[in-house]
C-alpha cells in the first residue's frame, strides 16, 4: 500500500490511531477460526481432488495464516512500547498479511474454476465469503484494509469466472465487482460512525483535562502532571500586570483572545518537555524538569525571565496593538510529589508571586523564604 494512499486514512489524531490499530489486533478468536476452516477445507479439496495446485495453494493459505495469527501475538506483547512510528507501521503489517491471505483464498477459488472444480468452486468461494464478511466486521474501521484485501481476494475469482466459457460465470464475475463497490461503501460509513465516537470520547475526556478557552492543560492535568515528576523540576507562576484594563477597554472577547495568545507564548516558552497550564482568569503555571542543584535554578530563573519578556512583548488584538506585562513566583524542588505536597508546593510559588506583584509587578521572585526576602525587589 503506498504511502499517498494509506495517508487518506490515517487519522490525525495520533491517540485515536493507536486506538484504532489495537482494535485490529484484537481479532485472535476470528483470524484463527478462519484460518484453521480454510487450511481444511484447502486441504480436503487437495486430498479428494489429487490436484497439485491445490496442494501448493493449501500451503499457503497455511503459511499466511500462520503469519497473522503470528503477528496478533506479536503485536498485543510489544504494543506498549511502540512509537506513533510503530503503530502505523504495524497497521501496514496488519493490511499486508489479511491481503497475502485473501490472495491465497482468491486463488483457491481461481483454481477451482480453472478444472471445472464445482464442488471445489462452491467451497472456496463459500471461504470467501466467510472471510470477506469477518473482514467487513473487524476491519472496517481502516477502509483501506477492506478495499485492498476485498481486491485481491475477489480479482482472482472474477477473472476465473470471465475465462468460463459459460455466460452464467461472468455474470457472476461481473456482480462481484458491484460487490466490491458495495464492500467499499460500508466500510466507509462504518469507518465514519466509529472513528467519530471515538473523537468524540477524546473530546470528552480532554474537556476534563484542559482549559476551554486556551486548550492548555488546566489544575486537574498540571497536578497530574506534577506527581508524575520524579527529578528536579522548575515551578514558574504567571500572574499577568494589566489584563483587566485590556479587558475592561476592549471587551471580553478581546481579553479571551489576549489570554489565548499568553497561552501560545508560554507554551513556547516551556518548551516540548514542559507544560503551562492555566489555573482560571489571568493566572498561569509552567512546570519543567531542571538539572540538580545550581544549574537547575539557574534554569528555572532563565524560564522565568524568558516569559515574563515575552509576555512583555505587544500583542495584536483585531489589529489593536496592547502591551500587558507579568509577574514571576519561581519554585525549584524535587522528588515525589504527593497530593498534600503539591498543595503546598503551589501555595509557596502562589506567596512568591504575590510579593512579586506587590513590588510593582512585571519582575519575579523566588518562593524560598529567604530567596522571597532578599529578591522582593527583582528585576525582570
Known sequence: MPLTMLSRYLHPDPRIRRELVDLLYTSLPQVSAIGVTSVTGAVALAIMSGDIGYAVISVFIFITAAARIFSLFRYRSRAAQFSDADVIRWERIYGAGASAFGLALGMLSYRALEIDDDPGAWIAFGLSMSFCVGMVSRAA????????????????????????PEFAYKIGAIMLVFFWLTLREASGHL??????????????????????????????????????TKDDFAIVAIDLDGFKPVNDRHGHQAGDDLLRQVAERLSLCVGSNGIAARFGGD?????????AGDDGREQALALARQA?????????LTDIPVRIAASAGILVSTGAVTAARASQLLERVDRALYV??????????????????ERAAGIR
Open 141 to 164: 474501521i481502516r477502509p483501506w484494509i477492506i478495499l485492498t484485501t476485498a481486491a485481491v481476494l475477489l480479482t482472482p475469482t472474477i477473472v476465473g469466472g470471465l475465462l468460463r
Open 308 to 316: 515574563i519578556a515575552d509576555l512583555s512583548m505587544p500583542f495584536l
Open 356 to 373: 512579586a506583584k506587590r513590588n510593582g509587578g512585571g519582575r519575579w521572585t523566588w518562593s524560598d523564604e529567604n530567596a522571597v526576602l
Open 283 to 291: 493566572e498561569f503555571l509552567m512546570l519543567k524538569p531542571v538539572a
Open 191 to 228: 469507518s465514519a460512525a466509529f472513528v467519530e465516537r471515538l473523537e468524540a470520547k477524546h473530546r470528552l475526556a480532554r474537556q476534563a483535562t484542559h482549559d476551554f478557552l486556551t486548550g492548555l492543560p488546566n489544575r486537574a492535568a498540571f497536578f497530574q502532571a506534577l506527581a508524575e
